[in-house]
C-alpha cells in the first residue's frame, strides 16, 4: 500500500511537469508538451515503472508504438516486457508492403501504415501513444491491427484530453487507459 501512495505522488509530480504551450501548433489550440516530463530522470523512471507494473502480467508480445511521440515508451517498454516494438507511421516511412487505414483530421485527412509482417494472430498487442485526443490515429491503427486478428488488444495513452472525447471512437471491446486526465 505504501509502495502505491508513493507511486501515486510521483505520477502527480510527472503530470505536474508536462507544460502547455498556447496557441502550438495552431492558435486556439493549448498543446500538452511532454519534453519537461521526459527530460527528467526520475519523471522518466516513473511513467516507465508505472507502464511496466500495469502490463507486465498480460502477456504482451509486441508494443505497437504510433508515430512518432509513441516510439518513445514504447521501445523502452517493449525492452522492459521482453516484447517486440512495431512502428505505426505516416506515408512514405515503411520500406516493405504495407497496410493503410485513412482517417479524419479537423483540416482534411491523414493516413497510417504497418508492415504487412509485423503481426500475427498470436500476438497480444499493447498499442501505445502519447495522447488521446479526438482519437482519429488511434482509432485508424487499431483498425489496421485488427487486419491480424491477434489475440489482445490492450490500448495505452500518456495523456487523454478528456472533452474531446476521442476514448467513444475506440473499439470498447479493448482496455484503454490513460496514465494523467486533462
Known amino acids: 500500500m505504501e509502495k502505491e501512495i508513493k ?17 502550438f501548433p495552431k492558435e486556439g489550440i493549448v498543446f500538452k508538451d511532454i519534453t519537461t516530463m ?3 530522470e526520475k519523471h522518466l523512471n516513473t511513467l ?22 509513441g516510439f518513445i515508451l514504447g521501445t523502452v517498454l517493449a525492452y522492459k516486457l521482453g516484447a517486440g ?10 520500406p516493405a508492403p504495407t497496410y493503410s487505414e485513412k482517417y ?6 491523414d493516413e497510417m501504415f504497418i508492415h504487412q509482417d509485423a503481426l500475427n494472430s498470436d500476438d497480444v498487442i499493447l498499442l501505445h501513444d502519447d495522447l ?3 482519437g482519429g490515429t488511434a482509432k485508424a491503427s487499431i483498425n489496421l491491427i485488427s487486419k491480424f486478428n491477434v489475440k489482445n488488444v490492450f490500448v495505452n ?4 484530453l478528456d472533452f474531446l472525447n476521442g476514448r467513444e471512437k475506440l473499439d470498447t471491446n479493448y482496455q484503454v487507459d490513460s496514465l494523467f486526465h486533462f
Open 132 to 134: 488521446l485526443a479526438t
Open 7 to 23: 507511486m501515486d505522488v510521483k505520477l502527480q509530480e510527472a503530470k505536474n511537469s508536462i507544460r502547455d504551450i498556447v496557441d
Open 48 to 69: 516507465v515503472e508505472s507502464l511496466y507494473e500495469q502490463y507486465k502480467d498480460k502477456g504482451i508480445t509486441k508494443i505497437v508504438g504510433l508515430e512518432s511521440r
Open 85 to 94: 516494438f512495431v512502428p505505426v507511421r505516416k506515408p512514405g516511412k515503411l
Open 104 to 109: 479524419s483530421l479537423e483540416y482534411g485527412e
Open 157 to 160: 495513452f500518456l495523456v487523454e
Open 38 to 40: 521526459l527530460k527528467d
